[in-house]
DNA sequence: TTGAAAGCGCTAACAA
DNA sequence: TTGTTAGCGCTTTCAA
């Protein structure tokens, strides 16, 4: 037989308020407001009385009441995607463990907001719930409603990713730099004909990936064969490229990420095609799964916990009235390996 | 160039008061607040005319002060693993969804908490901040200081996983009936050597799965022979014990989850060893990576999402001051497929 | 059925 | 240097 537990609300947390200090020390809330904030004069001999009662009766003064004089919640959002199979991407687990590390120093909250394409619903639950001082946007698409309501609602925010829209704060690689070096150097080993492999096009980091694709092989020295398939990030795509990238003698298969190259790396497989010797592969985005792949796979390398890191000091920064860069981009690297050799 | 953003208090969201209401309406806030919570007599046509007012400009209650006057946050905590390469597994994020669509139901937003094995500060300050009215723990540890620490401070909370730990309440699967369960099935089919790799003892999935692999050995008719390894979620002892398991004949390599049984697939493809001609293998929890297998393993199969709606529906449940179960458990499904035909 | 007033715990002018 | 006082926006007794 279970046993059935029943809420007890004696044990709850014993909550001493700024005024219980007051009256323990014999002096006004406000001396001890001024103590803790460090704000307007006070004498330090006061000061330290009041510090040191604080610290020893493990006074914490609540945020609720703080935030409601002073107008802040003391929270940010941390918006991603919830669709299935996108939420679940490491990519934005390690920006939202970027993001919480940042918010923690200033002794902020995240609240996490999930959203999917057409339904922005719990974002603006949170910010006409008037619940969040600021917030980071995951990633961006074209024609983005977030953006869009985040916009007018005219709370701070930082998207990571890239957008067209004017005054937006904005972290991201710069994938046409990055995935334009990548394709150059294929060019450079004597490659003369690719195909790229890319996921919705909706998605900005998908023509921003593409864009630097295209420029490379614009400005080649030689002829280029190439194509390009966008919104083929599931099996049944990917199968049929790969299939006629084969029949075709395509010389490398470029894939926008790691989960389309993932793809790729198995049908090649199934097919019984060898890499490089047969075929030659390099991702846009890199993963464990490629990594420990045989052979390794050619990828660009990003650290996706800096962006969250980076977006979320650049947000409290903007919220502290400090003037920020509209765009700010990071490393990446260009990791050579077995499967392009 | 770039461009520099500076923040703009000017187009901040206008926030509309209770008190503006009463003032437009020409009565009181009472009136107003009784007309919204719904408490209290009032006249049908006063409330109407209130609700109209609100629908039509669009007035939300502030959650900052109605939680300051009721000592309430109006936010959940959902805390889980920090530790790279754990936040990442799909199964944390369903389980977050789960408790976020649960949390959305009730007006409620859910703030995230990464913890690492030995540092649970990050919870600690939610706690003493008082941020939060209830915390869903996303897995359990032998001797783990998240519950500890929760059930000392009074605040309601929900685990999912098991305990030992009395008055805990407790949202789970039958680990130790779905894994006995499938063993079994197994054993029946003339199996009768047979290793499980496990990850950490010190998480307690890993032992209620051991204990359900135990018991299907030990209620076998016939004599069994069977190898357990725990601590072994790394590659290199994969692949030792993976190495041996060939070298001894073992029949069937049993993994506690899909991470170990990606590794044992790895493997035993690099050492052309087929499944499940030459060996079967097995796992308790399945994931993409393992279903799209060729051939598909044979798992048992959860609902991580379902755990987190679950979770978080029973800690809303006991928050309201219901009587609510010690322990939940629910539905799992056993997966027979090629692996172990 | 409605309203006045106090209070939730804190901050911040303004006075002293 | 310190205290008084008036909020922040809401809920909730207690009166009317």
Same mark, same amino acid.
């Given at each position: ?98 993001? #919480?590390?940042?918010? %923690?120093?200033? *002794?902020?909250? $995240? &609240?996490?907001?999930?959203?999917? =394409? +057409? ?6 639950? #949170?910010?006409?719930? %008037?619940?969040? *001082?600021?917030? $980071? &946007?995951?990633?961006?698409?074209? =024609? +983005? ?197």
């Amino acid at each position: 037989m279970e046993n059935y537990l029943i809420r007890n609300d004696d044990d709850a947390v014993s909550k001493i308020t700024i005024q219980d200090v007051a009256d323990a020390l014999g002096i006004s809330k406000t001396t001890v407001s001024r103590a803790i904030s460090g704000k307007g004069r006070i004498g330090s001999e006061t000061r330290n009385k009041v510090l040191e009662y604080i610290e020893k009766n493990n006074y914490k003064p609540n945020p609720i009441a703080k935030g409601l004089a002073k107008q802040k919640t003391y929270n940010i959002a941390w918006i991603m995607p919830g669709d299935p199979g996108v939420t679940d991407l490491p990519f934005f687990q390690k920006c939202m463990s970027g993001v #919480i590390c940042e918010a %923690q120093e200033r *002794d902020y909250d $995240v &609240l996490i907001s999930m959203v999917y =394409d +057409d339904d922005i619903s719990s974002l603006k639950r #949170i910010v006409t719930n %008037q619940k969040i *001082d600021g917030a $980071v &946007l995951g990633r961006t698409l074209t =024609d +983005d409603e977030n953006v869009r309501f985040l916009k007018e609602s005219g709370i701070p925010f930082v998207v990571i990713g890239s957008t067209d829209e004017k005054n937006v704060i904005q972290v991201d690689n710069d994938h046409v730099k990055a995935c334009g070096e990548l394709i150059s150097i294929l060019l450079l080993k004597g490659l003369k004909n690719l195909v790229l492999i890319c996921g919705s096009d909706r998605h900005i980091v998908n023509l921003t990936r593409r864009e630097g694709f295209e420029s490379a092989i614009g400005s080649a020295s030689k002829k280029i064969k190439s194509e390009i398939y966008m919104n083929s990030d599931n099996e049944g795509a990917v199968g049929r490229i790969v299939d006629n990238a084969i029949h075709e003698n395509v010389e490398c298969i470029v894939c926008a990420d790691d989960k389309i190259c993932a793809m790729v790396i198995d049908k090649l497989h199934k097919e019984n095609v060898k890499i490089p010797e047969q075929i030659k592969v390099a991702s846009f985005y890199n993963s464990e799964i490629i990594e420990n792949n045989q052979p390794p796979i050619t990828t660009l390398k990003y650290d996706p916990r800096e962006l969250g890191i980076t977006a979320a000091s650049l947000l409290f920064s903007y919220i502290e009235g400090n003037e920020v860069p509209g765009r700010t981009y990071l490393p990446y690297e260009v990791m050579l390996k077995g499967s392009t050799q």
